[in-house]
């Protein structure tokens, strides 16, 4: 009799792994036996770093993104350089990532309750997702289960955009990950989070550029007079997750080259416009395009591993 309880109990544990976890791919639920507290470990640990520094939101969003377009989101950007390998976050491209330290505090926790069981690059995609959260942005649920990569290489990351790229370079660039026009514009619109720094966009002041308001020129030299490192905004809210960058657009007040062109180009015009007007847009497709994005080429199963450190390869 007992010993029949003990297997019926096997039975449906066994039944509810199977239904929530499909194979090795990746699910809504797939740490709901192995690390049940998952989720909310993760957003207990980005809701106590944002408030005691709002601005790592913006941070943790830009690394998600810089993760995923780099060789997959597999936590690559994670992974600190050896004697023998130069790692993708000591390019200049990576320029000034935030935010390593809400990771490996989140991995820390995780690793108490459930040592080697969730990855450092859902970590990160559940992270950036908590920051948008945070700042007021759509909430969203993301697929778990993505596997930490064993590559992480200096050299790739000339697969980043540049800041002085017009609109078609970068339509051609997203489009390559698969996404359409529409799609880079609501991305771009993270952008509504955070600072560049003078270095990004200094060129743009040396002539006079038909695409930049004149007053916000004088706004861009007087940060730039601090030094390449000083720090512009993107819009009046850097903090806060809304559509004032799209409005910004508008008034010719883009920070970075690759910013403005969106407005100033014919091809992304239109959606720039729709998005300043209708936030809910914006939210809406925001939130599907972020989703689409923390899916880029994951590893699942056997084709990467779960990291016991986020800065190196088991
Ligand atoms: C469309 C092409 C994109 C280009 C050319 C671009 C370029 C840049 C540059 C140059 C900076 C400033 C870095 C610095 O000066 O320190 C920056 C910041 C930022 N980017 Fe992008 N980015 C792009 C798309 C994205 C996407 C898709 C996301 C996320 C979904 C994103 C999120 C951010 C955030 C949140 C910041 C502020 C970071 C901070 O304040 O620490 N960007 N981006
Ligand atoms: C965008 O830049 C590329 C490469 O510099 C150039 O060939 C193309 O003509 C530019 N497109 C527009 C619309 O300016
Ligand atoms: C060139 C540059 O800014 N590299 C930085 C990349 O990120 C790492 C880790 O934060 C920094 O140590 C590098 O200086």
Redesign the pocket.
């Known amino acids: 009799m007992v010993i029949r309880k003990f297997f019926g109990v096997i039975l449906v544990i066994e039944l509810i792994v199977n239904v929530f976890r499909v194979a090795d791919g990746l699910s809504m639920q797939y740490y709901l036996i192995s690390c049940p507290f998952a989720e909310q470990i993760v957003r207990n640990t980005v809701t106590r770093a944002l408030q005691a520094d709002p601005t790592l939101a913006a941070g943790l969003v830009r690394m998600h993104f810089h993760d995923c377009f780099i060789e997959g989101c597999d936590g690559s950007v994670l992974i600190d350089s050896t004697k023998q390998n130069t790692a993708e976050?000591?390019?200049?491209a990576?320029?000034?990532?935030?935010g390593?330290e809400v990771i490996d505090k989140a991995k820390e926790e995780l690793e108490k309750q459930c040592p080697g069981v969730v990855s450092c690059a859902d970590i990160l995609a559940m992270a950036a997702r908590d920051a948008v959260f945070w700042a007021g942005g759509p909430v969203y649920d993301i697929p778990k289960g993505r596997k930490d990569g064993k590559r992480s290489k200096i050299e790739d990351t000339i697969n980043l955009p540049s800041p002085f790229f017009n609109a078609s370079q970068l339509i051609n660039m997203f489009g390559q990950h698969g996404f359409s026009a529409q799609e880079m514009v609501a991305l771009s619109g993270a952008h509504t989070l955070g600072v560049a720094r003078c270095s990004s966009f200094k060129s743009r002041l040396s002539s006079v550029d038909p695409n930049l308001d004149s007053d916000f020129a004088k706004t861009l030299s007087k940060t730039c007079s601090a030094g390449d490192n000083a720090e512009q905004p993107f819009d009046a809210t850097r903090n806060n997750f809304d559509n004032l960058y799209f409005n910004a657009l508008q008034g010719k007040n883009g920070v970075l080259t690759s910013d403005q062109t969106l407005y100033a180009s014919p091809q992304t015009n239109r959606i720039v416009n729709g998005y300043a007007f209708n936030q809910a847009m914006f939210f809406f497709d925001f939130q599907r395009a972020m989703l689409k994005m923390s899916l880029l080429d994951v590893k699942e199963g056997s084709k990467g591993e779960v990291r016991q450190n986020c800065h190196k390869i088991n």
Request: aromatic share 10%; charged share 30%.
């Open positions: 976050k000591d390019s200049p990576n320029l000034s990532l935030r390593y």
